[in-house]
T-cell receptor, first 114, second 111 residues
Framework: EAQVTQNPRYLITVTGKKLTVTCSQN?????MSWYRQDPGLGLRQIYY???????DKGDVPEGYKVSRKEKRNFPLILESPSPNQTSLYFC?????????????FGEGSWLTVV | GEDVEQSLFLSVREGDSSVINCTYT??????LYWYKQEPGAGLQLLTY?????DMKQDQRLTVLLNKKDKHLSLRIADTQTGDSAIYFC???????????FGRGTSLIVHP
């Protein structure tokens, strides 16, 4: 079954404690990205990757890092989480970055930073 | 930056038609999308329309695009309780890899 898998789905952490949210897709997609969803703000893109070893900033990259060492994985790293990073995070992938390609979303990761 | 606007809530009676509206500012928008998000789930692509089209129909869904007014709408015929969800409008300009999403419209279907 084609899917985008994120882990963990739910996490409560403390300010400053590094954490990683993993994302894996099984569709051999080249394009992967991370979004955060906040009430009243909709989805905002954090980082995206066009292919292995190619990453670029989205609209709200501050406080986040990503890496794309393998095609299937695109982890989101919060080196020093802060409460304003409390949010619902979505990983997404598509065959390529072209507009006609369907973007598949993971089920989301609820992150609370206290 | 580019912006996508949609109303936050829409309430309809079961069996009626729902119309969710969206406006955008990017005049170079090439693809326009409608996504559905059910509670506790990620976004699921419902349909998309290319900018050279005025209308696209898929079963109960009808998408209308007025490119001159930069207005996109999603009509759901015979709305059912299972259609209750948040609907996101999104656009992507030609050559841009970053889609811009609206804030989402919560559709509430009541008996």
């Amino acid at each position: 079954e084609a899917q985008v898998t994120q882990n963990p789905r739910y996490l409560i952490t403390v300010t400053g404690k590094k954490l990683t949210v993993t994302c894996s897709q099984n569709m051999n997609h080249e394009y992967m990205s991370w979004y955060r969803q906040d009430p009243g703000l909709g989805l905002r893109q954090i980082y995206y990757s066009m292919n292995v070893e190619v990453t670029d900033k989205g609209d709200v990259p501050e406080g986040y890092k990503v890496s794309r060492k393998e095609k299937r994985n695109f982890p989101l790293i919060l080196e020093s989480p802060s409460p304003n990073q409390t949010s619902l995070y979505f990983c997404a992938s598509s065959l390529s970055g072209g507009g006609g390609n369907t973007i598949y979303f993971g089920e989301g990761s609820w992150l609370t930073v206290v | 930056g580019e912006d996508v606007e949609q109303s936050l809530f829409l309430s309809v009676r079961e069996g009626d038609s729902s119309v969710i509206n969206c406006t955008y500012t990017d005049s170079s928008s090439t693809y326009l999308y409608w996504y559905k998000q059910e509670p506790g789930a990620g976004l699921q692509l419902l349909t998309y329309i290319f900018s050279n089209m005025d209308m696209k129909q898929d079963q109960r869904l009808t998408v209308l695009l007025n490119k001159k007014d930069k207005h996109l709408s999603l009509r759901i015929a015979d709305t059912q309780t299972g259609d209750s969800a948040i609907y996101f409008c999104a656009e992507r300009g030609g050559g841009s890899y970053i889609p811009t999403f609206g804030r989402g419209t919560s559709l509430i279907v009541h008996p």
